[in-house]
């Protein structure tokens, strides 16, 4: 009987499924990054979100006090200086709606337990707190909060809920509205405002509640696993917030 | 109604002309937010002050380094 030769260098004849008798543990030590050329493995070659947070440590995602991805509003600009005790409080008092800014706060709240303690200021503005529902900010293609132009801030996004707490001396309430997605609804309107109080935002078991020093209002009562991105509401002049503290709260 | 092609500085002063000195601000569609308040002037008192509300305020930041028309802006330093 006669033998036939098979041409392996031809590559239809070697398709890549028919060989799973290659395997990682059989190639250890052969690729390396030295045999990689520079530059070889690009950004470019990795599709948007292939990097997923999930995929990411969960320190990098945590919630921190520390504030991040500021936007100017109202004329602010570099020339004015938003931030003080020790870079914990935004600040603007440029006059009434004056140049200002806003900050986010870095990472996120997670799904499970968190805990966010922050003096609102007193002052004219409303001085406060949003947490939106992960993916109702503006964000570019790559999933990068969106810098340039108007920014990241989405006020109501359609579909994504977002939590709005707020105090100021002029209409001298306490005040915090709770959008679901589609509606808004007020939650808490009372006066007077507070004046150099610590307020609390913090979720366990499911229960989403704030404390303005005065009382407890209960924002989702249960059930809630929102991931929260946290941001000031420090766009009008005059107003402040201080961060006090921001984690998620993974002991007991 | 929008608001949206006046400054932020310039309504709180239209709002200080009609006699409300309360916060007041813009939504992201250019509608006003006057928060809790119910009794706060109408879109059309506003506009009916805006223009001297703009004279105020290009008058103000005119006469500033950093062009800072917002009422009750803090003095510049020297």
């Given at each position: 009987m006669a033998l036939t030769r098979v041409n392996y260098s031809r590559q239809g004849n070697f398709p890549i499924d028919k060989l799973p008798s290659i395997t990682n543990d059989k190639l250890s030590g052969s690729i390396s990054t030295a045999k990689l050329a520079d530059n070889s493995v690009t950004t470019a070659k990795i599709a948007d979100n292939a990097v997923t947070n999930n995929k990411t440590s969960t320190g990098e995602n945590s919630l921190k006090p520390v504030w991040i991805n500021l936007n100017y509003n109202a004329g602010g600009n570099s020339s004015h200086t938003f931030m003080d005790q020790y870079c914990t409080r935004i600040i603007s008092n440029n006059g009434n709606s004056g140049p200002a800014m806003r900050g986010m706060l870095e990472g996120s709240t997670g799904t499970g337990r968190f805990m966010i303690k922050y003096i609102p200021g007193y002052m004219w503005g409303w001085s406060g707190i949003y947490m939106t529902e992960r993916g109702g900010l503006n964000v570019d293609s790559n999933g990068d909060f969106v810098m340039s132009g108007s920014g990241w801030w989405a006020q109501h996004p359609t579909g994504k809920k977002q939590i709005w707490t707020g105090n100021n001396s002029s209409n001298n309430v306490r005040y915090c509205q709770y959008w679901n997605g589609s509606t808004n609804t007020t939650l808490l309107n009372s006066g007077s405002g507070t004046n150099g109080a610590t307020w609390y935002i913090w979720r366990d078991s499911g229960v989403l509640r704030l404390s303005d020093s005065v009382g407890t209002t209960t924002i989702i009562a249960s059930g809630d696993t929102t991931d929260w991105i946290c941001s000031s509401s420090t766009e009008q002049s005059t107003s402040s917030l201080q961060i006090l503290q921001a984690e998620r709260i993974t002991g007991t | 109604m929008s608001f949206d092609k006046y400054n932020d500085a310039v309504i709180a002063?239209?709002?200080?002309?009609?006699?409300?000195?309360?916060?007041?601000?813009?939504?992201?569609?250019?509608?006003?937010?006057?928060?809790?308040?119910?009794?706060?002037?109408?879109?059309?008192?506003?506009?009916?002050?805006?223009?001297?509300?703009?004279?105020?305020?290009?008058?103000?930041?005119?006469?500033?380094?950093?062009?800072?028309?917002?009422?009750?802006?803090?003095?510049?330093?020297?």
């Open positions: - | 002063r239209a709002a200080v002309l009609n006699g409300y000195n309360k916060c007041v601000f813009k939504n992201q569609d250019g509608t006003l937010n006057w928060g809790p308040e119910t009794a706060h002037p109408t879109d059309q008192e506003m506009l009916d002050k805006i223009s001297a509300a703009q004279s105020a305020y290009d008058s103000q930041a005119a006469g500033r380094k950093d062009s800072n028309g917002a009422l009750s802006a803090p003095d510049e330093e020297e």
